[in-house]
């Protein structure tokens, strides 16, 4: 056999067509060079991509061929920068929104996804990231563009699991789609509501909850880890996966980690011990309510039958009424990116911006608005009493005057959120006493 033969052999032996990185057409000799370009986040683009495939291709491989059964949890992409392209990479972080940067990583990776990575936990990619919740992962560095101008190191955080550890009930096929899901309706006790329940609604799983402001569902605490677990819809049945480092409990009941377990209409689920007393900014607390089941396009809501429990009340205007029979304070109508929802206002203090911890949350096309906008803490006969926490940023108004930092919003009156974001739409929101919802 001529050495020619010999090498494309021994080349063969090492080619993994089950991660999508067989394709010889990508090699490229200058690939340690940026070439000069017009096109202002290339080298930004380059590197993240240069990371990618040079994880893909011997980080992986490398691994697989020891351990074939193993998979990469991935937690965060973190990008950082020296000299001049530090600007050009708060640009880029600024207008690509987190959402959109973790479906950019999603199609870098491939076929990789859902056979060798897991992106169940991937949180997004920036910049900054706790030392703390870094504390969990493996890094996995390689100094990329040393020769550029602009200089960008791109570290992966995650760490090597068992397949069945990293999702033990999950099929291959679809173990990391968001799908769509029952609404379900948490309310949570935790360091920033220790008194008065926050209510957080999602529909599309899997979701992260944990003390990340990049979690789907944020939950503030001592002892909360940054991805402290994961919520799942599967096979009709919500799920919960525990990976944090102080434990969850399930009404009293510690969740094996690793494991996956189902959640009852009404479960009670503890962060850090059985249940967090009166120790809600250190044992926080949250409560599940199902909603309604899936819904298929064009069809109506189905509601869940309830348990004894913890009653949970049907769907009414294409909003949902209070739980347990409590009345709404107050009745929010809202213009935002995703047309025109109502939310009662029915637990004070009431918390509004694009946080996923805010009581209503606003959508992150919305981009003028703060995380935490607004906070509405007492209802009067005239109103409520307002505090606007984004003053001194893309502010809020009414008509054309800017609202100071403490206002009454008067029933009827229209205020606007992030007016001055000149690349995003801003909110409308009015708000109205209950007799009118109700008469609605």
Not at 105 to 120: E, F, I, T
Not at 266 to 277: C, I, P, Y
Not at 353 to 365: F, I, N
């Given at each position: 056999m001529s050495l020619g033969g010999l090498w494309s052999r021994i080349s063969s032996a090492f080619e993994r067509r089950d991660i999508g990185m067989h394709d010889t057409d990508l090699d490229d000799p200058h690939e340690d060079v940026?070439?000069?370009?017009?096109?202002?986040?290339?080298?930004?683009?380059?590197?993240?991509?240069?990371?990618?495939?040079?994880?893909?291709?011997?980080?992986?491989?490398?691994?697989?061929?020891?351990?074939?059964?193993?998979?990469?949890?991935?937690?965060?992409?973190?990008?950082?920068?020296?000299?001049?392209?530090?600007?050009?990479?708060?640009?880029?972080?600024?207008?690509?929104?987190?959402?959109?940067?973790?479906?950019?990583?999603?199609?870098?990776?491939?076929?990789?996804?859902?056979?060798?990575?897991?992106?169940?936990?991937?949180?997004?990619?920036?910049?900054?990231?706790?030392?703390?919740?870094?504390?969990?992962?493996?890094?996995?560095?390689?100094k990329l563009n040393q020769a550029a101008v602009a200089f960008y190191r791109v570290t992966l955080h995650g760490r090597w699991v068992g397949v069945a550890q990293a999702n033990p009930a999950a099929p291959a096929a679809t173990r990391h789609d968001r799908v769509a899901g029952p609404g379900v309706r948490l309310s949570v006790q935790d360091a920033r509501s220790p008194n008065a329940a926050k209510t957080i609604e999602i529909e599309h799983f899997p979701a992260v909850v944990g003390s990340s402001t990049h979690a789907d569902v944020e939950v503030s605490g001592y002892y909360v880890s940054a991805r402290h677990c994961t919520l799942h819809w599967e096979g009709e049945q919500l799920l919960l996966a525990d990976h944090s480092t102080n434990g969850t409990w399930i009404d009293g009941e510690r969740v094996q980690?690793?494991?996956?377990?189902?959640?009852?209409?009404?479960?009670?689920?503890?962060?850090?011990?059985?249940?967090?007393?009166?120790?809600?900014?250190?044992?926080?607390?949250?409560?599940?309510?199902?909603?309604?089941?899936?819904?298929?396009?064009?069809?109506?809501?189905?509601?869940?039958?309830?348990?004894?429990?913890?009653?949970?009340?049907?769907?009414?205007?294409?909003?949902?009424?209070?739980?347990?029979?409590?009345?709404?304070?107050?009745?929010?109508?809202?213009?935002?990116a995703t047309g025109?929802?109502?939310?009662?206002?029915?637990?004070?203090?009431?918390?509004?911006?694009?946080?996923?911890?805010?009581?209503?949350?606003?959508?992150?096309?919305?981009e003028g608005v703060s995380r935490e906008h607004l906070v509405i803490e007492e209802i009067t006969p005239s109103g409520a009493a307002t505090l606007n926490r984004a003053v001194?940023?893309?502010?809020?108004?009414?008509?054309?005057?800017?609202?100071?930092?403490?206002?009454?919003?008067?029933?009827?009156?229209?205020?606007?959120?992030?007016?001055?974001w000149a690349d995003a739409p801003p909110v409308c929101m009015t708000l109205r006493p209950v007799k009118e919802k109700e008469a609605a």
């Open positions: 940026i070439r000069p370009t017009a096109t202002r986040y290339a080298p930004i683009r380059k590197a993240v991509e240069r990371r990618v495939r040079t994880f893909l291709r011997e980080d992986l491989v490398s691994h697989l061929e020891i351990g074939p059964d193993e998979t990469f949890v991935l937690h965060y992409l973190e990008i950082s920068a020296e000299g001049p392209g530090a600007v050009d990479l708060d640009h880029f972080l600024d207008e690509f929104s987190p959402q959109a940067r973790v479906q950019w990583v999603k199609k870098l990776l491939g076929p990789a996804v859902s056979r060798h990575v897991s992106l169940d936990q991937f949180l997004g990619l920036d910049k900054d990231f706790p030392a703390e919740v870094l504390a969990e992962t493996d890094p996995f560095e390689d980690r690793g494991n996956r377990v189902a959640l009852a209409n009404g479960a009670l689920v503890g962060f850090g011990r059985d249940r967090g007393d009166a120790e809600y900014d250190r044992y926080p607390a949250l409560r599940v309510n199902m909603l309604r089941q899936p819904v298929a396009a064009g069809a109506s809501a189905t509601p869940v039958t309830p348990s004894m429990s913890t009653p949970v009340a049907p769907l009414v205007n294409g909003r949902t009424s209070p739980v347990n029979g409590v009345k709404a304070l107050a009745v929010i109508a809202i213009a935002d025109s929802p109502l939310r009662d206002v029915i637990t004070l203090p009431f918390t509004i911006g694009r946080g996923s911890s805010q009581d209503y949350v606003v959508p992150d096309a919305n001194s940023r893309n502010g809020t108004f009414s008509g054309n005057a800017p609202l100071p930092e403490r206002f009454v919003w008067r029933f009827g009156q229209e205020i606007v959120l992030g007016e001055r």
